[in-house]
């Protein structure tokens, strides 16, 4: 093989490399644009699962204080339906 040969085997090696060099950097900026989105993403999904988290935290206040209100209202209404039904007693008895 000749030095002309050579030279030019070399300079296809080195072309190559190049051009390897390139399309990895190509490669590398886009998997940093993924992991990027990736990133807002999941930022994205502990917000709205902080959100349902708080939203639940008030829907169990808001049962809670139902149910006390039940206790509550529930024996009021059934003492004006027992009275309602005795003075309709009394009226057409």
């Not at 490669?27 to 699962?49: D, G, T």
Request: with cysteine.
């Amino acid at each position: 093989m000749s030095d002309q040969d050579l030279l030019h085997v070399l300079e296809e090696i080195r072309d190559n490399q190049k051009l390897q060099l390139e399309r990895q950097a190509k490669a590398l900026e886009l998997q940093r644009e993924q992991f990027s989105l990736v990133q807002k993403q999941c930022e994205r999904a502990e917000r709205l699962q902080d959100r349902a988290e708080q939203i639940q935290a008030k829907s169990e206040q808001l049962v809670t204080d139902a149910r006390k209100a039940l206790v509550v209202v529930l024996p009021v209404i059934i003492v004006i339906i027992v009275l309602i039904i005795y003075l309709l007693w009394k009226i057409f008895r």
